[in-house]
């Protein structure tokens, strides 16, 4: 950020925004781009501009990042990708006015930024950070590369101006940014953030950065949408009727507010199925607290072993999907007091993050028969690895350090081999979310 901070737009004629504004919408540029140039089109139109004029109750910021920092970032020193988010979030705490909700609207790696930000808010003591990341309602993301095998290449071709040693390790961070992003999907979920990404359908410079794949934020209900621009061009409206900004409009007239009675809405959609309104997955028995809905998310549950069978898989498949996704008799501890009881509460909070990860994977894939095998098989084989070579040193009286030594040599290890083909790899933070999940439908425990 620069040292002024976000720059407010205030309506045409006026030198001040609204004093008690519903909504305060925050433009976050990419790592190349400019507070003001980024947003504005080659005629000088200035979109944050017309938001500012067109709505009464909302104040617009404009986020900027210092090309000082940028650069030590390229050059492996100075500031970090984690330091931007972190000095992105104090700046939106530090305002004098803050409205009690937030909208995101990000360009490019601006997106990822933006996710890291809500990650270090989330995970923060500071009470500060808390609020700032439950405030936010909606993001926008504007050509900003997700996932999918074309990720490496998008980033690559953003970055391809830097040379340095750093930006090619951020362009090939996969593990890293899978982890982000599945923070970001179950962060969405959790804290019912609407989630609209768009994705470019010219070329820039004769490639295609950002494509449909690539743009998919992985939210259930975040359908991406197509923008007839370059990803230079997306977030660049012309006019009042371009795509973007009548989409961005409908958002913020739609939007609920922190004090909504609104039950289900935009990302909270990835819990229910729309056809029968049941969640697509049981709830097992031995959920925690924490990973139960937001307040005011109703959610209609089926019995835990009403699982609808997925379109396509096949019957031997399905049983065992249905096993590792119902509670099991012998154990029903739940995940947390399995872990005290095993001396790990240390790990509570990670495990119980990394158990609604995969839950949520599951659900997302959950119309997709050919992921739904990988995942069933994944979590087959993390059991019986675990069962063959973890329970006997665990039953030995082996130290807490010998038994993660085994998980990871004699489990995750083997397992991102066995699962991982070109164009189609997974990581170790995978099949460690499938551990969890197991141990949160009590199929796994680190006791004897």
Not at 92 to 111: C, D, F, M, Y
Request: net charge negative.
């Amino acid at each position: 950020m620069t040292g002024t901070g976000p720059t407010p737009v205030f309506p045409t004629g006026l030198q001040n925004g609204v004093s008690a504004p519903t909504f305060d919408v925050v433009f976050i540029h990419g790592l190349s781009g400019d507070r003001f140039r980024t947003w504005t089109a080659k005629d000088g139109a200035f979109w944050p501009q017309w938001l500012a004029d067109e709505f009464d109750n909302i104040n617009v910021y404009l986020a900027g990042y210092d090309s000082a920092a940028f650069a030590g970032i390229l050059l492996g020193s100075g500031a970090s990708i984690q330091d931007l988010a972190t000095t992105l979030a104090d700046g939106l705490i530090s305002r004098p006015r803050q409205a009690e909700n937030t909208v995101l609207i990000t360009h490019s790696l601006g997106g990822l930024i933006v996710k890291q930000m809500l990650r270090r808010c989330a995970d923060s003591a500071d009470v500060r950070f808390n609020n700032l990341a439950q405030k936010v309602r909606a993001v926008v993301f504007l050509g900003t590369p997700h996932q999918g095998a074309q990720l490496a290449t998008a980033l690559d071709l953003i970055l391809r101006p830097f040379k340095s040693k750093a930006s090619q390790q951020l362009a090939y961070g996969g593990a890293e940014l899978l982890d982000l992003s599945n923070f970001f999907s179950n962060f969405a979920v959790r804290e019912n953030v609407i989630v609209r990404p768009f994705y470019e359908t010219e070329t820039t410079g004769g490639i295609h950065i950002v494509d449909r794949v690539t743009a998919n934020p992985n939210v259930y209900g975040a359908e991406p949408i197509a923008v007839q621009a370059n990803h230079i061009d997306i977030c660049k409206p012309e006019t009042t009727q371009a795509l973007v900004y009548l989409s961005v409009c409908e958002l913020l007239r739609t939007l609920p507010s922190s004090g909504s009675s609104l039950v289900v809405a935009g990302a909270a959609a990835n819990l229910t199925s729309s056809s029968a309104g049941q969640s697509l997955l049981p709830v097992p028995l031995c959920t925690t607290i924490q990973s139960l809905p937001p307040v005011g998310v109703e959610i209609a549950l089926p019995p835990a072993t009403d699982i609808p069978s997925p379109q396509g898989v096949a019957s031997d498949i399905m049983e065992d999907f249905a096993y590792f996704t119902t509670v099991a008799a012998d154990d029903r501890r739940s995940l947390d007091q399995k872990l005290r009881e095993a001396g790990r509460a240390y790990q509570i909070k990670d495990a119980t993050r990394r158990k609604e990860r995969f839950a949520m994977a599951l659900r997302r894939h959950i119309a997709q028969p050919s992921a739904v095998t990988r995942y069933t098989q994944l979590l087959g084989d993390v059991e019986s690895r675990f069962a063959r070579h973890v329970r006997r040193p665990i039953s030995e009286g082996a130290t807490l350090a010998q038994v993660d030594h085994a998980i990871q040599s004699d489990v995750l290890d083997p397992c991102v081999r066995q699962f991982s083909s070109p164009g189609s790899e997974i990581t170790s933070a995978l099949v460690d979310n499938a551990l969890y999940y197991l141990a949160g439908n009590c199929h796994v425990s680190w006791d004897a």
